[in-house]
């Protein structure tokens, strides 16, 4: 694998909610960036960024010219990124991409940085970051699987409305609002619909057992992405995943309540000695159990209610919940980034 020691890099996406926090998280890391360049449609195009390397003019994606680009981290969609990286990887650039577009492409390495680190060694151009809710399960399933081997996994998620980007905290802000003029029909019925174009069902003071869109099978490809990602970033083809993946009213935070067998029994006290270690990651106690709402704004992904399988014996169950702007998302990409350094 080629390493740069200075590189110019490209955020494409830059004026969303993973891009911003993307250029956050190169700053508060002082990533040794000798030129920053910043990519979004041309709806934003010309808009001045301030960064810690200077002020920025927004470029548009479509008239870019990649030349001279080492590191470009997208966040502006699939469509962009299955159009723009290879153009981008052609022009010498290593592309980290945050889209769904290249994950499941076997030339294009899958990494959580501190689960599968080595991977990214592989890769020709491009590197897949994970889904925002694999990524915050992996950092608590990956040190389970490494000390005794995931065989099986029922996963559920409760994902905020910024994995939905921008878009989606405003929806949940208005229809907060909207909603919050009802409060007493909320309980009792004839509530309005405030028909945000978003989500199928209103997400404000509600659950939607629906994130993302059906495929395959009655299930949605969030949950698909649980499955296939899961198998790729841990090499076990054969891990058996029952995903269902939730939106719930929060701005920023994935939770996901997993219970996993393994190749042998785990009990609850080896469980807390391995999370307890693990990188990027903090065991809570059951005193404080942590939320959403802690999870928000810090790098680590937090883990709670460790607890031993009452049904069939041997497994363990737990609650671990990560900021999805950050490790899972924009962190994790910086991250890789890093590995690419000299
Ligand atoms: P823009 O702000 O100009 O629309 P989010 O997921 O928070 O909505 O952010 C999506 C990011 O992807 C934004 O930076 C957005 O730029 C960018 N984006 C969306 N559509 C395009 C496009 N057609 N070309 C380039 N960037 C795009």
Redesign the pocket.
Known sequence: MSTVTNPTVAVV???????TTMIEILTSRRFPVKDLRL???S??AGRVVPTAWGDVVVED??TADPAGIDIALF???GS?SKEYAPKFAEAGAVVVDNSSAWRQDPKVPLVVAQVNDAAIRDHQGIVANPNCTTMVLMMAAGPLHEAAGLTRMTATSYQSVSGS???GMEVLEHELDVLGKDRDLLATGGWSDPNSDLYARPIGYNVLPHAGSFTEAGYTDEEWKLVHETRKILEADGILVEPTCVRVPVMVGHGIAATMWFSRPVGVAEAKQILGDAPGAQLWGDAKVPTPLDSAGIDDVLIGRVRETVGEPGGISLWTVGDNLRKGAALNAVQLAELLLD
């Open positions: 996406g830059a004026t969303g909610a993973v891009g990519m979004a449609s709806r934003s994606l479509a966040s502006a969609g962009r980007g921008q878009t």
